[in-house]
């Protein structure tokens, strides 16, 4: 099995939640290396994924593992059906929009963690969030004021002025430290991002000892200017 791997200048990120940051959270603390695991080979989606994360996670060194995900109300029967018949602890918090909440769990098991998975990247792939940690509980939630980039006419007394939205959400915010190991899944489930300080992550030849055996890890051609 080949996936396809790619790395990240941590210089070149904003970690600071808002319209311009990188990711869909904040970020707080260091962090070394950023590697992004591919979901595609050549150009061609792939499901090798699941294997290869599933396998991975079977080392019991991980555990336990700390998952946040943001998820639709609609989908709360589904999730904890799955929860209670995994015997996999959780929580829910206030999420980021009226329809949406966020779900904290501990997984505790490789078996766990492979029933959970497909709903992590499941979720992912529905470009809500998904994150996972190994060994730390690095997320908490802050209440952050956001404001539109675009105006909006607003009438007030029989005067129309343009003025920006503003409101306050719950925000994630995952706070790494030197041992720090965590994952999202990306934009459309197309790729899964690793941010870390294990020296594991420093070069391809390094992190291909930590991972399942029969998987070869390749790098694509992108370079950061």
Known sequence: MKVEISYFPPEKIITVSGPEATYPFGINGEFQYIVEFSCYID?????????????????????????????????????????????????????????????????????????????LYGNGSMLNLSLWSLKQDVFRLEEREYESPYH????????????????????????????????WVGYDGDYITAFSNDEHFSTIDSLQKIIPEKVELVTDDYEWE
């Open 152 to 183: 909006v006419k607003k009438t007030k007394k029989n005067r129309t002025s343009l003025v920006k939205l503003k409101w306050i959400a719950n925000t994630p915010i995952a706070t790494l430290t030197e041992s720090s190991t965590m994952f």
């Open 43 to 119: 150009g061609n989606y792939t499901d090798a994924h699941e294997e290869f994360f599933c396998n991975w996670m079977e080392n019991q060194d991980y555990y336990p593992i700390y998952s946040l995900a943001e998820i639709y109300d609609f989908q709360q029967a589904e999730y904890e059906e799955l929860f209670k018949l995994q015997n996999i602890e959780f929580n829910y918090m206030k999420g980021s929009r009226k329809d949406t909440f966020f779900v904290k769990t501990i997984i505790r098991s490789p078996q766990q963690f492979k029933e959970y998975y497909p709903y």
